[in-house]
C-alpha cells in the first residue's frame, strides 16, 4: 500500500470518526440555556400524541410505559389513522385518549394528518410527539421535559434501536449513516445547527409549533421531521438533536423483512437530498472506505492481494462500525465483523429508494400510496 492509499485510508477513516463523534444521549450533556426562557419550577403537564395506523401490537409496550411516566395533569392521546386492526382497543384499554383521524385529506401523508390533529385536541403548552413503536425508560419522560425546557425550541431525539431478529441486524448501516446525515453529533456538537430532526420523539412548545404552522406546513412531507425542523430554523427557533440511550428506545420495522424495506425505501433517497453537501461527500467517502475494505477482502481471498495491508484496513473498519453501533442500539457484534453484509443491503435498498422517489415518485407504506 503507498503512502497515498494510506493516506486516502485514514483520511476517509477519520471522516467517519468525525460525523459520528460523540452521541450525546438526554440529560448527559450540559446544554447552552436559552436566556429568554423563564424559570419553570417542577414539571409542567404535557400533552402527548401518538399516531397510529395497525399499531395494536406495538402500542401497548409504549403505553405501559407511559403509564408509570405520566401525572394526573398529563394527557395521553392516541390518533387513530384508520387502522385496520385493534389499535383503537388497545388505546383505550391503556387508559389513553382516542381520537379518530379524519379522511385523509388530499396532499396529506397520514402521519402528518394525525399528528396535526393530536395538536388540535391539546390542551397543555408543552407537546410531546412518539411514535408508537417507542419505549419510555423509567424517568424518559421528566428527563425528555428536562431537556426541552433547558434548551427551548425544537428537541428532536433518536431512540435507541432494540434489535431482536436477526433481519434487523440489516438496518446497521441505515442508522449509522441517518445518524450522520443530521449534522448533529460532530465534535462541533451544539455549535452545528442539525440539518433535520428524528421523527420518533419530538418535543415541542405549543406556541413555537403554532409559529411555524406545525404538521400542516408539512402536510405533504413523506420526512415530516426534517422538514419540520427546517420549519423552525427558518423561524429562527432552536433544533435539538440527541441520542436516546437510556431514555427512549424503539424496534423499527418489528413486522418482519418486508415491513423493514418498505420503511428504508420509503425515508432514505429523500432524507439524503436534504442532508448538507459537505456532509454528503464525507459519507460517500466514508462508504466508499466500506466498500473498499470489503471488496479488497474478498480480493484477497481469492488470492489477489497481500494479505497483511487488507487485513489492517478491514480490521480498523470493522472496529470504527463496532464502535458506532455499540452507541446507537443493541446491534449484535458479529454485524461489524460481518459488516459487507448489511452494507450491499443498505447499497441495495438505497438504489431502489433512488428509482421509487425520483423515478417511479411513488412509494409504499402501510398500505398507501404516497407520492414523493
Not at 485514514?10 to 467517519?16: E, F, V, Y
Not at 446544554?31 to 401518538?50: K, M
Request: charged share 20%; aromatic share 8%.
Amino acid at each position: 500500500m503507498s503512502r497515498l492509499d494510506l493516506l486516502s485510508v485514514a483520511l476517509r477513516w477519520l471522516a467517519g470518526c468525525w460525523l459520528l463523534w460523540q452521541v450525546a444521549p438526554v440529560g448527559r450533556r450540559r446544554a447552552a440555556v436559552d436566556p429568554g426562557l423563564p424559570v419553570v419550577v417542577g414539571r409542567p403537564p404535557c400533552s402527548i400524541v401518538v399516531p397510529a395506523r395497525d399499531e395494536s401490537r406495538t402500542l401497548p409496550v409504549l403505553l405501559a410505559s407511559l403509564a408509570a411516566e405520566v401525572t394526573d395533569e398529563d394527557e395521553v392521546i392516541v390518533v387513530d389513522d384508520d387502522s385496520s386492526d385493534g389499535t383503537r382497543a388497545v388505546a383505550r384499554a391503556a387508559g389513553a385518549e382516542v381520537v379518530p383521524a379524519p379522511p385523509l385529506p388530499p396532499g396529506w401523508t397520514g402521519k402528518n394528518s394525525a399528528c396535526w390533529t393530536g395538536a388540535g385536541v391539546a390542551r397543555h403548552d408543552v407537546v410531546v410527539f412518539l411514535d408508537a413503536d417507542t419505549e419510555l425508560a423509567p424517568g424518559g419522560l421528566d428527563r425528555l421535559l428536562a431537556e426541552q425546557r433547558r434548551r427551548g425550541g425544537l428537541l428532536s431525539v433518536q431512540p435507541f434501536h432494540a434489535v431482536r431478529r436477526a433481519y434487523e441486524q440489516l438496518s446497521a448501516f441505515f442508522n449509522v449513516i441517518a445518524m450522520m446525515g443530521i449534522d448533529a453529533f460532530t465534535p462541533l456538537g451544539d455549535r452545528r445547527v442539525p440539518s433535520g430532526a428524528f421523527g420518533p420523539v419530538l418535543v415541542t412548545h405549543r406556541a413555537d409549533y403554532d409559529r411555524v404552522g406545525g404538521h400542516a406546513s408539512v402536510a405533504d412531507q413523506i420526512l415530516d421531521d426534517v422538514a419540520l425542523a427546517r420549519r423552525y430554523r427558518d423561524a429562527g427557533i432552536r433544533v435539538s438533536c440527541l441520542g436516546g440511550r437510556g431514555t427512549v428506545r424503539f424496534r423499527m420495522y418489528p413486522d418482519g423483512l418486508r415491513h423493514l424495506l418498505e420503511g428504508w425505501t420509503k425515508n432514505f433517497a429523500g432524507g439524503a437530498a436534504g442532508t448538507r453537501r459537505l456532509t454528503l461527500v464525507l459519507i460517500a467517502a466514508w462508504v466508499s472506505l466500506c466498500i473498499e475494505a470489503a471488496w479488497d477482502l474478498g480480493s484477497a481471498l481469492a488470492g489477489g492481494d497481500p494479505w497483511g495491508p487488507v487485513l489492517l484496513v478491514y480490521g480498523a473498519v470493522v472496529a470504527q462500525v463496532g464502535w458506532m453501533l455499540r452507541r446507537i442500539g443493541t446491534f449484535h457484534p458479529l454485524t461489524a465483523a460481518l459488516y459487507p453484509v448489511p452494507l450491499a443491503f443498505f447499497l441495495a435498498v438505497f438504489a431502489r429508494s433512488v428509482v421509487d422517489v425520483y423515478v417511479r415518485r411513488r412509494v409504499t407504506w402501510k398500505g398507501r400510496q404516497l407520492a414523493t
